[in-house]
């Protein structure tokens, strides 16, 4: 296993350590996690999200805030739901824009009303 030393000013290393407490706790290596974690997401292009899975993300944020859920309850499932859109590949993307399947959102238009039909179409 290759090991980089890097080194950040003392602002970014308490909000790094935060984020190490709050998503592994203690555990050992926890640190050495979330920073491959970081490095990762860097170096992976971005995923795509579907119209259908972003309306049905709205539909479930706008349901568990009506229900009173709470907030780290709602952004664990929301990541749960849009795991499975990570798969997707960015490849795919590319050849719809090559291939001019790119749509945005007419002036004037709502945007939630416009991805509603674009679901509708898929």
């Known amino acids: 296993m290759a090991q980089i030393l890097v080194r950040v000013d003392e602002d970014l290393a308490k909000e790094v350590r935060r984020i190490v407490k709050e998503k592994y706790g203690g555990r050992r290596g926890a640190l050495s996690l979330v920073v491959e974690e970081a490095l990762r997401a860097a170096v992976s292009p971005p995923a795509e999200i579907s119209a259908s899975s972003l309306l049905e993300v709205i539909d479930y944020v706008s349901r568990a805030s009506r229900e009173g859920q709470p907030k780290e309850q709602m952004l664990?499932?929301?990541?749960?739901?849009?795991?499975?859109?990570?798969?997707?590949?960015?490849?795919?993307?590319?050849?719809?824009?090559?291939?001019g399947r790119v749509r945005e959102v007419p002036k004037g238009h709502d945007a939630v009303d416009f991805l509603r039909e674009l679901a509708g179409e898929a």
């Open 76 to 99: 664990t499932n929301v990541f749960i739901m849009l795991d499975r859109e990570f798969e997707q590949s960015v490849v795919a993307g590319v050849e719809d824009a090559g291939k």
